[in-house]
């Protein structure tokens, strides 16, 4: 039996009384489980709450490759969320972001340190801000870089961001781009940190322009991404 911190990133019912959960794990990367007994009448040895959208636990596991498939046999909570479960508005960008991480983890199935800690200190971040209506905009630009196609701004004066190349171009691109006062934004954004998120104002309208390129950003780059159906939920949250 082997162990590792989790990040879940899915969970499905599966049957009546199990749970499928799709994890990262921080020792062999992006693996699903089942959860035996869950929903049963008798008490369950587990928390519905471990199994939350981006939480942080600890399992002892097993793991059967050849049928893709694990079990999880003890949990544990790693670090205990305060807030991006319980606030509404938060709670409608974890499972957003849940959503979107799904889609790159079933084209990114190795382990990357990096990614990992990336996640986890993002999260704890957001957790313990009281409000940051930028997160999921920063977070995305972020996570382009550990999968390996994040922007580049050959120039700062460079009027487009050609959303198919990914790098800023003095020509406008033939397909998506990003220009205007939106690009000015996405360049602020993208050479910030997480702590100076809020200094940075942003329109709701522009917000929700930008969060679409990024979405056919993550389109054009990922063979297998779809855009979230929670999209729209999480466009209503933030109105």
Request: proline fraction near 2%; aromatic fraction near 12%; charge should be positive.
């Amino acid at each position: 039996m082997s162990n590792s911190r989790a990040l879940v990133i899915k969970s499905i019912k599966q049957g009546e009384t199990s749970l499928i959960v799709s994890c990262y794990l921080e020792e062999i990367g992006y693996r699903s489980f089942l959860v035996k007994g869950l929903y049963g009448s008798k008490k369950s040895r587990f928390s519905k709450a471990h199994f939350f959208p981006l939480n942080l636990i600890n399992i002892h596991y097993s793991f059967n490759e050849k049928k893709n498939l694990g079990f999880i046999k003890e949990v544990k909570s790693e670090v205990l969320f305060n807030t991006i479960h319980s606030d509404v508005q938060k709670s409608s960008v974890i499972v957003f972001l849940s959503e979107i991480l799904n889609n790159v983890f079933r084209e990114e199935l190795e382990v990357n340190q990096d990614l990992f800690d990336f996640l986890l200190n993002s999260l704890i971040w957001y957790d313990n801000v009281i409000e940051c209506n930028n997160y999921h905009i920063k977070f995305l630009i972020e996570l382009s870089k550990y999968i390996g196609f994040h922007p580049n701004i050959i120039s700062e004066n460079d009027p487009y961001l050609c959303l198919e190349s990914g790098t800023t171009s003095k020509i406008k691109p033939l397909g998506g781009n990003i220009n205007g006062e939106d690009l000015k934004l996405f360049k602020k954004l993208l050479g910030m940190k997480f702590e100076d998120l809020n200094t940075i104002s942003i329109s709701r309208e522009s917000r929700t322009r930008i969060l679409k390129k990024i979405i056919n950003y993550y389109s054009l780059h990922l063979q297998m991404f779809k855009t979230p159906k929670s999209i729209n939920v999480f466009a209503e949250v933030f109105k």
